[in-house]
């Protein structure tokens, strides 16, 4: 009956028949995007981009790049509708990774990072790739947002029609006519995850006091009325009140009449002066709606930006100041990602080899052949690492102690209070000879070549030196004048044109 | 004139205009089905692509369509002004032709190029909504407020849900072969999809 009813209307139209789901602007409407095989097309699709450019023919540095323009962008049109299942996830992670560290035929290849390291922001110690699961919960987020919003916009219309207004996303427990998009949303921003970081990100303004709910919104003090007096509300008769149904106007002002549902004991009165006196301090406006407000100091809004970073926030923060410095320097891609892996240690080297279960024969160093190799030992504190170091010393003019520490190890000059050109001069060449002392430490071990520590040396010297008039527009001077004294020929340039 | 767009055009229309969303039908359009899909409703979805959208549009009927709106006789005198005065040449076998003046369609790529055409799809919206009014075409009434819906558009990405009736088929078929005469937006009739939900 109905398929022939189907067949008459389509002879009408002179069209064809489809079925659910169909393409719609590109995305698949009426499926179920909970189940994997909506996500099909979308891991093809990264594969084929994968396969076609064979990671091997790019350098590290160039990997990270291409992950992060354009492997991490492509789910992103289905990512800020749809919430991708964990499954779905680790695939296009394990894709992801499987590409950094340039797995291919040969099989796999270690790790040498792990990847919510890499996610982390680059002032943060990683490389700032995007953790897609945060940024997946940061861009649906915004729907939670805009739903609240006052602009119009059918879309809203249908969905608040169907779900009455966007505080339903925080009720406790699922409707049957929920869809799975708004399930989603609200197990990812509302009453469905444990740790509400969509609410706690919220403040209010205070206006007529039509929206703001008195005991669970944060409008007064750090957190929710709701949570600091437990007890109180407990007792409180409307609990779920709008600030102006706890208060009346009497003339100009504004007095707070809270209802309880019992008398208070002699013990609990302290709480309640301690409420009113918080409460009594504040009052509403006439003349204005309430008003919600993104807990970030520049925007006030939500943006997907600043919610993947409250997001992706690591506790540890002490080496912040480091990376920001590491990152702002500009060498070559290439030899500035080897030098993190230096700085975090990633390296590698024989020992860092052997804890990974590779089959080493030696593991004494191959510059001087009398200690174990570590990546300290290899690029500081090895004999010929050291005259190397002491070489850039006296080129620079300076005398110092070096640490064995490579963080302090990289920092130890911005310390010295030296000039701005001569810390960039210090930077670049810091990363230059870590670059150069890798290159002939390998170059030893596959090649048979000798130690020669002036070659290493000069090597560094001409890599700074492109690096710097490459990167920094304005500074063009010989080789020969950068040899002789790089910190005038800066400082040169610094006055006359400010680089 | 893209500031004044969201107060002309029908909220069923989505791009190019500030505050409305490409991902905003999107998630529309499954709230719809899922609804649809949940009580147990029927409904039919048309998806009607239209035959080289920008190139055939005919200019009488946007200029008929901005008077309509509102627009004042000295606006309808500048569009005509940047419409008439572009020339084109055309690339054959490697040769550029003599220039010409078009008579219809618009130039993709020109930044004032979408909102005219959004000006003319807006077109179809004022008589589908029509329709609606006088109770010919009989859409989807979705959540408690019952909000009725029955098309959605995006630029020309035009979709159709209507409960399965012949009448409402018929009233569809009319409504773009008028469409189609008036502004000679022609409807690809091959891309022309039609699905059935239960």
């Not at chain 1, 560290?101 to 270690?110: A, D, Q, S, V």
């Not at chain 1, 060498?331 to 975090?344: C, D, G, K, M, T």
């Not at chain 2, 509102?70 to 008439?84: A, N, P, S, T, V």
Request: with cysteine.
């Amino acid at each position: 009956m109905q398929n022939r009813m189907i067949e008459r209307f389509s002879i009408m139209l002179n069209c064809t028949t489809m079925n659910i789901p169909f393409l719609y602007l590109g995305i698949k409407v009426g499926a179920n995007h909970r189940k994997k095989v909506f996500w099909n097309d979308m891991i093809i699709n990264i594969r084929k981009r994968l396969s076609k450019w064979k990671g091997r023919h790019l350098s590290f540095a160039g990997r990270v790049m291409l992950i992060k323009s354009v492997i991490s962008t492509i789910p992103l049109y289905y990512l800020s509708i749809f919430k991708m299942p964990v499954s779905v996830g680790k695939i296009i992670r394990k894709l992801q990774r499987e590409f950094l560290w340039g797995w291919g035929h040969e099989g796999r290849k270690i790790a040498w990072v792990r990847w919510e390291h890499i996610c982390r922001t680059k002032e943060d110690g990683g490389l700032g790739v995007k953790d897609l699961d945060k940024f997946n919960i940061a861009l649906l987020g915004k729907w939670k947002w805009r739903l609240g919003k006052e602009e119009p916009g059918l879309w809203k219309d249908i969905v608040l029609s169907k779900y009455e207004s966007w505080r339903k996303l925080d009720d406790k427990k699922v409707c049957s006519h929920d869809s799975w998009w708004w399930r989603d949303i609200r197990k990812i921003c509302g009453g469905g995850c444990k740790e509400n970081w969509f609410d706690k990100n919220i403040r209010w303004n205070r206006g007529i006091g039509n929206k703001i709910n008195f005991w669970d919104d944060l409008w007064l003090g750090e957190i929710p009325l709701k949570d600091k007096y437990l007890r109180l509300y407990t007792n409180s008769i409307l609990k779920k009140a709008k600030l102006g149904d706890a208060g009346y106007w009497n003339g100009e002002n504004w007095v707070w009449n809270l209802q309880w549902r019992r008398e208070w004991f002699e013990w609990e009165k302290d709480t309640v002066a301690n409420l009113m006196r918080e409460v009594e301090g504040t009052t509403l406006l006439r003349d204005r709606e309430d008003e919600r407000i993104w807990n970030d100091d520049e925007t006030k809004v939500y943006t997907v930006n600043s919610a993947y970073k409250k997001l992706n926030k690591s506790n540890g923060t002490q080496q912040e100041n480091l990376f920001e410095l590491f990152w702002k320097m500009k060498a070559l891609p290439s030899a500035q990602y080897f030098a993190w892996r230096v700085i975090i240690n990633r390296v590698a080297t024989y020992d860092n080899l052997q804890n990974r279960g590779v089959e080493v024969g030696s593991k004494v160093c191959v510059m001087c052949h009398c200690c174990d190799e570590t990546v300290t030992h290899l690029f500081f504190s090895c004999r010929i690492a050291a005259r190397l170091w002491k070489m850039c010393d006296s080129w620079l003019g300076l005398y110092s102690v070096h640490h064995n520490s490579v963080e302090i190890h990289f920092l130890q000059f911005k310390h010295l209070g030296l000039s701005k050109s001569c810390n960039i001069v210090w930077r670049c060449m810091w990363v230059a000879t870590i670059w150069s002392i890798w290159n002939k430490r390998n170059n030893i071990i596959f090649r048979n070549v000798k130690v020669d520590v002036e070659e290493m040396f000069s090597l560094a010297q001409v890599k700074t030196w492109a690096w710097i008039t490459n990167k920094y527009p304005r500074a063009s001077f010989s080789y020969s004048d950068w040899c002789l004294c790089p910190t005038t020929c800066l400082n040169h340039c610094d006055s006359n044109h400010n680089i | 004139m893209q500031k004044v767009l969201h107060k002309i055009n029908d909220q069923k229309q989505s791009a190019f205009i500030e505050g409305r969303g490409l991902l905003d039908s999107v998630v529309l359009v499954n709230e719809v089905i899922d609804e649809v899909r949940r009580i147990k409703g029927k409904c039919t979805i048309i998806k009607v692509d239209f035959e080289k959208a920008y190139d055939s549009v005919n200019w009488e009927f946007l200029l008929y369509m901005m008077a309509r709106l509102g627009f004042c006789d000295k606006w309808i005198k500048w569009i005509r002004g940047c419409l008439e005065s572009s020339t084109i040449s055309v690339l054959v076998n490697g040769s550029p032709t003599e220039q010409f003046s078009p008579t219809k369609g618009l130039r993709q790529g020109d930044p004032l190029a979408p909102f005219l055409f959004l000006i003319v799809v807006e077109g179809l919206a004022g008589v589908v909504r029509q329709a609606e009014y006088k109770g010919l075409l009989e859409g989807i009434k979705v959540g408690k407020k019952q909000i009725p819906i029955n098309m959605l558009q995006f630029a020309d990405d035009t979709i159709f849900v209507c409960s399965p009736k012949p009448q409402n088929i018929v009233v569809i078929k009319s409504i773009l072969r008028c469409f189609e005469i008036a502004s000679r937006l022609k409807v690809n009739f091959h891309k022309r999809k039609y699905w059935y939900a239960k």
